[in-house]
């Protein structure tokens, strides 16, 4: 059990373009899941809290707006990257919460040009 | 903020050593975790920890819930190469904190 998905698993898109990535987690539900970002050979970077049913909260030096997170269900959270640039590529990683424990999903690679 | 130690940085062992790998704060945690991260995924969780002094065992790793709350630290026995990877400490307090991570490289 405690099955987290990701889609897309890698996606290429063209700078000041949105890309919205999903978060789901398959056999369990979480009221609660976290969006992070990894940079090459680092560690793990909390962006944002994501809530079901209420705004999500964002980690200080993340930009809410351009960060769009939406928790609508107890399995799905999507991440959404507005006007991307190429700063912007990296590793970004869902996980959902089940009591303390968090399950990571595999993983979206995302590279703008 | 609750702030992880985690080390070492990164060690190159032979195939069938031990490993031991360890993280430590200046905060108490209620809850470990040892995730294992291969490249390209996310990732995974080996073991939780939720009491002090608890040791647990998964398969060839042990974990050990530090008796101060402060520290945990985490054994591979007989590694093999399919343990390379990047290991991560995370501590629950007031939330999650994952330390630096410890990368590990196996030589058959």
Same mark, same amino acid.
């Not at chain 1, 980690?59 to 959270?77: C, M, P, R």
């Not at chain 2, 430590?24 to 920890?49: H, M, R």
């Not at chain 2, 520290?71 to 939330?95: E, K, Q, R, T």
């Given at each position: ?48 809290? %994501? ?25 799905? %959270? ?16 869902? %996980? ?18 | ?22 993280c430590t704060s200046s905060s108490i945690f209620n809850t470990w975790l040892w995730y294992k991260q291969d490249p390209g995924e996310g990732p995974v969780l080996l073991i939780a920890l939720y009491k002090a002094g608890e040791l647990t065992s998964n398969g060839r790793l042990t974990a050990q819930f530090g008796i101060t709350r402060k520290d ?37």
């Amino acid at each position: 059990g405690a099955v987290v998905s990701q889609h897309p698993s890698w996606v290429i898109c063209k700078s000041g373009t949105s890309v919205k990535i999903e978060c789901r987690s398959l056999d369990f539900q979480a009221t609660t899941m976290f969006w992070y970002r990894q940079f090459p050979k680092q560690s793990l970077m909390l962006m944002a809290t %994501s809530n079901e049913g209420s705004k999500a909260t964002y980690e200080q030096g993340v930009e809410k707006d351009k960060f769009l997170i939406n928790h609508a269900s107890l399995t799905l %959270s999507t991440l959404t990257v507005t006007s991307a640039h190429p700063e912007d590529s990296s590793f970004y990683i869902c %996980s959902a919460a089940r009591g303390y424990e968090q399950y990571f999903g595999p993983g979206t690679r995302l590279t703008v040009t | 903020g609750q702030q992880l130690n985690q080390s070492p940085q990164s060690m190159f062992i032979q195939e069938g050593e031990d490993v031991s790998m360890n993280c430590t704060s200046s905060s108490i945690f209620n809850t470990w975790l040892w995730y294992k991260q291969d490249p390209g995924e996310g990732p995974v969780l080996l073991i939780a920890l939720y009491k002090a002094g608890e040791l647990t065992s998964n398969g060839r790793l042990t974990a050990q819930f530090g008796i101060t709350r402060k520290d945990s630290f985490l054994n591979i026995s007989a590694s093999i190469p399919s343990d390379v990877g990047i290991y991560f400490c995370a501590g629950h307090g007031d939330d999650m904190r994952f330390g630096a991570g410890t990368r590990l490289t196996v030589k058959p």
